[in-house]
């Protein structure tokens, strides 16, 4: 049984629900992360956890820390399309050049299992009716370029004692300890609420999305899974397609129905360049895995009027705590 866990960007978005949860199944947890985003929200006290506030890019620090542990999940990265207005080279590090020597040290170390988190976005832009794992990979941006060249490097050290899988995820939603609000769903919801007013950019593209919640379960059941029904494997973990319209309406509807008292939410439609749209089929992991998403938008929208009433999102346009990359343009990120 896999028992020691290693997540790198373990104190991010998913990571702050991820790894409570995981402590809470009785896993020991060790949190490898930078901390551009701080650690004060992760269950410090709990004594199952270790973090450990590295960079990844220094390999040296990751296989020192790595030894003993039983499974990595790789989360950590420069994350998403608009963190590549920042240098260049700080995503060219970390998402792509770091990769490989993790995956060797881990296997070096004796880590029985490495599950990596790549992105849907890697399909880029597709008519397809439903883009399965075997899709054509069109990158528009370096990030899901990046987030594509990994995948291969990962397989490449595949062995019978060191399980290898590729995740691609859709775009999460929903409430974490360490909010983004740099996601479309998260990103209709806060203008939603504390604006009065939800600004479509296009509107016709499709995304996949994901409530965090699911993705965390979906990890939990890729620790548990038999080698032989995920070696070398690569999933998506998706459930309701949308367009970037649909989105806005749904989560119209639902803010609407949280607040009552307010006046009605307008939306209005800007042009963007950001032209990525494709509908995402995760039929293969409900096949092998019998993985079923439970939550819906709506469930992710509901969550984050729940936090917002609650207090714990202050200052949400402003704050740059909750936007990826206006923070590391803040900390001057190298």
Known sequence: MLKKLLITGGAGYVGNVLTPRLLAEGYEVTVYDIMYFGKQMLPLTHPGLKVIEADIRDIDTFRKAVAGHDAVIHLACISNDSSFVLDERLSTTVNLEAFEPLVVASKEAGVKRFIYASTSSVYGISDAPDVTEDHPLVPLTLYNKYKGMCEPLLRKH?????????????????????????????????????????????????????????????????????????????????AQNRTIMEIAELVKNVVEAQYRERQPIGIRVVSTDDNRSYHVNSDKVRRVLGFVPYRTIGTAVRDLCDAFKAGKLPNSMDDDRYYNVRTMKALNAK
């Open 158 to 238: 595949m062995a019978d004692d060191f399980t290898c899988v590729t995740l691609r995820p859709a775009t999460i939603c929903g409430y974490s300890p360490r909010q983004r609000l740099d996601l479309s769903v998260n990103i209709l919801t806060n203008h939603a609420v504390n604006r009065g007013v939800i600004e479509v950019f296009g509107g016709t593209q499709k995304r996949p999305n994901l409530h965090i919640d699911d993705m965390v379960a979906a990890y939990l059941l890729f620790l548990r899974a038999a080698h032989e029904n995920i070696h070398g494997e690569t999933f998506n973990i998706g």
